[in-house]
């Protein structure tokens, strides 16, 4: 499966933004999508996943609340809605697919390129 993100861009403190992530293939329904961060300098962190079930999802503690997975079988895309953003969430911003949810970058096999998040104070 080949990942395109796109969304991101600069935005004031408190604001939000919506990342999407479009997959080719015709087996994305089956996939769990997990989106992670990188700031420079710092490592690959995770933000948020969700499986196969649009029920099931996970979020980064630093992000609960603020942040909503979804995704659209349909368009093959999966959404981060962010709301409420911080200066400490910029970041490059990726999208990853594999078989099962995990919150473990090593895990995922599928990768988009990133897309970058600036929030300004």
């Known amino acids: 499966v080949q990942l395109q993100a796109s969304g991101g861009g600069l935005v004031q403190a408190g604001g939000s933004l919506r990342l999407s992530c479009a997959a080719s293939g015709r087996t994305f329904s089956s996939y769990a999508l997990g989106w992670f961060r990188q700031a420079p300098g710092k490592e690959r962190e995770f933000v948020a996943a969700i499986g196969w079930s649009r029920d099931n999802t996970d979020y980064a503690d630093s992000v609960k609340g603020r942040f909503t997975i979804s995704r659209d079988n349909a368009k093959n895309t999966v959404y981060l809605q962010m709301n409420s953003l911080k200066p400490e969430d910029t970041s490059l911003y990726y999208c990853?697919?594999?078989?099962?949810?995990?919150?473990?970058?090593?895990?995922?096999?599928?990768w988009g390129q990133g897309t970058q998040v600036t929030v300004s104070s």
């Open positions: 990853a697919a594999r078989y099962g949810l995990s919150r473990y970058a090593y895990e995922y096999g599928y």
